[in-house]
């Protein structure tokens, strides 16, 4: 056995961030793929020239970054030019987040969370995951906390919830599941009874022994992590 990975993701409005800051606090390893798919596209790194090369600069904001919402607009409507942006920035995204996890294997830790937004409508993800996590709330609460943050009517809040794989769909999906519908109290305690799950795991032992030897063999250690993680 080796570290391994733990896969979350939520619904829009289901209180994923408040559950990925209960375990940052606790201290648990935490890539956030949005925040890589983020940075992958600023200016001059090649998935940018790229992007600007097919879609033209009026996708550009006046100090020359992407416009996320002008882009999104052009790729919602034109499934292929959805496939084209993301054949252009998953495999930047991929090498990002091995690198990552990679820092997290040589420290030593049991496992690593990949906050994965659209994890369970990408089957090609979970099969990676050793667990995976939903953060869940029920039907009426989401659409309730989605007017409320985003200030929409309730046809829009039912527009963009509807665009996603509905939670229910998810939760027979998941390993495990976060059911965020009451208060902060009651989810912390549910993510930390999950912590301590994953943390007793066996699997980690194996994590420790490698990480002694990773300076010596950092070469094939990187193609058994490419291999493991990805082949």
């Not at 970054?65 to 882009?71: D, G, H, P, Q, T």
């Not at 996603?164 to 390993?175: F, G, I, N, T, V």
């Not at 912590?195 to 699997?203: I, K, P, Q, T, Y």
């Amino acid at each position: 056995s080796t570290m391994f990975l733990v896969g979350l993701s939520g619904g829009i409005a289901s209180g994923k961030s408040t559950v990925v800051a209960v375990l940052r606090e606790l201290g648990c390893a935490v890539i956030d793929a949005d925040v890589i798919a983020r940075e992958v596209v600023q200016p001059h790194l090649k998935a940018y020239q790229r992007i600007v090369r097919y879609f033209g600069t009026e996708i550009l904001l006046e100090n020359g970054e992407i416009n996320r919402e002008a882009l999104g607009n052009i790729i919602f409507s034109h499934p292929e030019k959805r496939q084209l942006l993301n054949s252009i920035t998953h495999p930047e995204i991929q090498k990002e987040m091995l690198k990552q996890i990679l820092k997290y294997f040589v420290l030593g830790y049991r496992y690593v969370i990949l906050d994965i937004p659209l994890l369970f409508e990408n089957n090609r993800l979970t099969k990676f995951m050793k667990y995976t996590v939903l953060v869940y709330c029920d039907p009426p609460t989401q659409l309730s906390r989605l007017m409320k943050r985003n200030g929409l009517s309730q046809a829009e809040a039912e527009a963009r919830i509807t665009s996603q794989l509905p939670l229910d769909e998810k939760r027979k999906l998941a390993s495990h599941v976060i059911d965020n519908s009451g208060d902060r109290e009651s989810t912390r305690w549910q993510v930390l009874r999950l912590h301590a799950r994953l943390e007793d795991s066996l699997d980690f032992l194996w994590a420790r022994l490698a990480a002694g030897t990773v300076v010596a063999g950092l070469g094939g250690l990187v193609y058994l992590l490419l291999r493991h993680f990805i082949s």
